[in-house]
Each structure stands twice: as C-alpha cells, then as structure tokens.
C-alpha cells in the first residue's frame, strides 16, 4: 500500500508564492509518475505539473513560467513551487503518484490553496 501526503497549502494574496510537498510511503522500489492536480469545487480535476523518473516535466498552460515542479526521487517526495499566485489559482491540490506507466494511482486528500484579489 502506498500513502501520499501533501503539505504546504494556505492563504496568500495574488502575486505571493506558496511551496506545496507531497512525501510518498510504503512499499515504493520506484515512481514513474509524481504530479499536482486540482480541483475547484464543482469542476473537474485538472492537471497542473507532473514530472517522471526521468526528469521530463509537463505542466498546464495556465501556470507555465509561474509553477515549478521538481522531485527528490531518494525520498519519493515532490514539490510545487508557486509564484505570481492568481485568484483563479484557488483550488484544493492533489498530490498523484504511479508506481509504474500503466499502474494504479495513488492520491493524497489534498491541500486547499486560497488566493486573494
């Protein structure tokens, strides 16, 4: 069983930064696939960052050039840098995690980030 854990969420004005940390545990040989989703209440779950084993990174173009996602594969964790913070970033952020490509996905109960105008 594999037990993600994010941390980091909290209250910021618009233009502030936040650092999201997700710590992955358990039976873990490796992960393929760390990535933050997010979700406003009401909508879909939307992708934001994800970053693979191999350090090939993805991220939404809604926060490209204002996140960054970077991981500590020795101890299975992942980061969301979070700069130029918008209203329209508020969300609750959901830690994801692949064992391997094609595996089950692990998630966090995830961490609300709020932004004021």
């Not at 992955?24 to 994800?50: C, D, F, H, K």
């Not at 050039?65 to 991981?71: A, V």
Request: charged content about 15%.
């Amino acid at each position: 069983q594999v037990h993600v854990v994010e941390s980091g969420g909290g209250s910021v004005q618009a233009g502030g930064s936040l650092r999201l940390s997700c710590a992955a545990s358990g039976s873990i040989p490796s992960i393929a696939l760390m990535g933050w989703y997010r979700q406003v209440p009401g909508n879909q779950r939307e992708l934001v960052a994800t970053a693979t084993s191999r350090g090939s990174l993805n991220y939404a173009d809604s926060v490209k050039g204002r996140f960054t996602i970077s991981r500590d594969n020795a101890k299975n964790t992942v980061y969301l840098q979070m700069n130029s913070l918008k209203p329209e970033d508020t969300a609750i952020y959901y830690c994801n995690v692949r064992l391997t490509w094609g595996g089950d996905d692990y998630w966090g109960k995830g961490t609300l980030v709020t932004v004021s105008s």
